[in-house]
């Protein structure tokens, strides 16, 4: 069985990961989507709220599974038997990082492999910092996430 971790922040999801959820998912047999436990970043939406949003996002996807991790990746690859860490990549910036985590991870691990899946290109602009700062300002991210972070993100900064 193919399985493969998905990690990420998804702080918030955007539609540029659900594009690499949803092609990931149709060439693996299972891709755990792995949300990130930062206890140094204080996100806009707690590691709980990030986790139920993907699920519910998610859902329609059988062989997809949503968790939070803490630690090194390569560790939780490992924990869930996972031989394979999809990235996506908006644009050739992208890349370079990506590159250097592909081989710091193949020299920790080098067991799991690192397949790069790059967005549909009217994603490529959208990244989560970029979708929260134009929420900030009271401005739509309409078409940038899906509705039912939209309508979280609204609530969020309303209150702010």
Do not use: C, W
């Amino acid at each position: 069985m193919n399985i493969a971790v998905y990690p990420g922040s998804f702080d918030p999801t955007t539609n540029g990961h659900l594009d690499v959820i949803e092609r990931a998912a149709k060439i693996v047999d299972k891709l755990i989507v792995g949300v990130l436990i930062n206890p140094s970043k204080h996100g806009l939406f707690s590691v709980e709220e990030r986790v139920a949003q993907l699920k519910e996002l998610t859902k329609a996807l059988p062989n997809v599974e949503v968790r939070s991790f803490s630690g090194l990746l390569v560790d939780f690859a490992r924990s869930v038997d996972a031989r394979i860490v999809i990235r996506g990549l908006r644009a050739v910036t992208d890349f370079e990082y990506e590159f250097q985590m592909a081989l710091t991870n193949r020299s920790l691990a080098d067991e799991i492999e690192t397949l790069f899946i790059p967005t549909s290109a009217h994603y490529m602009y959208v990244s989560s910092s970029m979708v929260k700062e134009v929420a900030s300002f009271g401005k739509s991210v309409e078409g940038m996430v899906p509705e039912s972070i939209q309508k979280q993100m609204d609530e969020k900064f309303k209150k702010a």
